[in-house]
């Protein structure tokens, strides 16, 4: 399965972008806030730093050795480098991991689409919060309309990435990552600025440790693995297109931070603004819809047209920074199919695409019609949520810290992060021990924790 000819990002900054591409999108934006927002904030917020240092960056580092050394997607991977052991499976594991995560990611990210439009045509002038709630419900629980943005979006997804890795997902990473910064920046600071926002800012910042519990702990985890995209290959199958001169522990630094930034500046936008207009920080999968629209009235009432282009800006990038997520996760098992079983890339494609549209279906209507047809007493659109971010996700990532720690020859590792010895990587000696002790024993006490061992 060795390929030669594989193609490389063009650049050191490409393959930081593309990177950064996967991990920005709607789990910092969406679901950040409202799993904070659920899981009381700020201590919350403490305890995911910690995962991201004590798992994100070990196993992000890890997922790109795997990537670069088998030079093939996650399906392959283990097969190259562990050829003839069960290691296999979790390269299998994480192609279908990142198949359901799509089934319900596209959703949201269709809904993206439906607020592009309402911002578009002044939908969010002269409502109030109870407006913007009334708004949501009625899109999100609509038969049809939600469903019409998922099909745009997965079609939208899938033309980028039968383009290509080069021309579809570099390219765009480039200019759209830059431009979502500086929004998100903009409406925090305005977000902070509106009466009332001091109790959302003390509940970001101000932890009440005596409220954590196991539940906090594994969606704290859960979260890491999923914003940092990890736990499913999707890193490592970039890392397969990345070339002998990409740095793999600061590029892993650079994208966890600015991941970690994007998402630290959501919980900024959202919380005060959620306390100043008196919505629950623990609306849920809803709290971006329902929350932001009223930032754009609000702190900008006396300027109405620069609230119009914000809220469109903001959605347009938003549904952007969605979009280079879900052509990384769809790109795992469509290199999957195309590795393995010899298919082109637009069979490949045009298999997972279908896929996706029959889970994301089922998915949307759960939050409206099917909303009880339920599995171990979750909907459709939660369960899948819940079984991949918070149980397959840390799997998948424990597997791989464990294959880099312990199985892979130890040579090859110092290789690849030294690359070939060019660099110093001082960091060496304490990303081992931690990969080795710290990360598959702090995600198995977790689980433990859920599952009241202790
Ligand atoms: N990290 C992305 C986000 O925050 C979503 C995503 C892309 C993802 N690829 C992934 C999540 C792989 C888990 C695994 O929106």
């Known amino acids: 399965m060795q390929q030669n000819h594989r193609v490389n990002f063009g650049s050191k900054l490409g393959a930081i972008l593309a990177a950064a591409g996967s991990a920005v999108g709607l789990g910092n934006v969406w679901r950040f806030p409202y799993e904070a927002g659920n899981h009381g904030g700020a201590a919350f917020i403490c305890i995911y730093l910690a995962c991201v240092f004590a798992f994100g960056l070990p196993i992000m580092i890890s997922e790109f050795i795997i990537g670069r050394r088998s030079k093939a997607s996650t399906g392959e991977a283990y097969n190259v480098l562990a050829p003839q052991t069960h290691w296999k499976w979790v390269g299998y594991m994480g192609v279908l991991t990142g198949f359901l995560i799509l089934g319900y990611y596209a959703v949201v990210a269709g809904w993206t689409l439906e607020y592009i439009l309402q911002a578009a045509i002044g939908g969010f002038s002269g409502k109030d919060a109870k407006g913007f709630i009334r708004m949501f419900t009625d899109f999100s629980q609509h038969p049809v309309r939600p469903l019409i943005w998922l099909y745009v979006f997965v079609l939208f997804t899938h033309f980028v990435i039968v383009k290509g890795v080069k021309n579809g997902i570099e390219r765009s990473s480039k200019v759209l990552m830059p431009l979502l910064f500086i929004l998100v920046i903009l409406l925090a600071a305005c977000s902070i600025t509106l009466p009332g926002a001091e109790r959302g800012v003390e509940f970001l910042l101000k932890p009440d440790f005596s409220k954590v519990d196991g539940d906090v702990f594994l969606g704290a985890m859960g979260q890491a693995f999923f914003s940092m995209s990890l736990g499913m290959g999707c890193l490592s199958t970039y890392a397969s297109y990345f070339s002998r ?199 198995l006490a977790i689980f433990l924790n859920e599952l009241g061992c202790f």
Request: charged share 10%; hydrophobic share 55%.
């Open 245 to 443: 001169e990409t740095r793999l522990g600061a590029t892993a630094i650079s994208v966890g931070l600015i991941d970690t930034f994007v998402a630290i500046l959501a919980g900024l936008i959202i919380f005060p603004a959620a306390f100043a207009v008196g919505i629950q920080p623990d609306a849920g999968p809803s709290l971006i819809f329902i929350t932001l629209p009223n930032v754009f009235q609000q702190a900008f009432s006396g300027f109405p047209v620069l609230a119009y282009v914000c809220a469109v800006a903001f959605y347009v990038l938003l549904a952007m920074a969605a979009l280079t997520s879900t052509i990384s996760l769809h790109e795992v098992p469509t290199a999957f199919l195309h590795e393995k079983f010899g298919f082109t890339r637009g069979k490949s494609a045009r298999i997972v695409t279908g896929g996706i549209l029959v889970v994301g279906t089922a998915s949307s209507l759960a939050l409206g019609d099917w909303s009880d047809v339920t599995l171990f007493g979750k909907n459709i659109f939660d369960a899948l949520d819940y079984f991949t971010a918070k149980i397959m996700l840390p799997v998948g990532g424990m597997m791989a810290a464990v294959f880099v720690g312990w199985v892979l020859d130890r040579q090859v590792v110092r290789d690849e992060v030294t690359n070939g010895g060019v660099l110093k990587a001082p960091y060496y000696g304490v990303f081992l021990f931690v990969l080795r002790y710290l990360t598959p024993i702090g995600i």
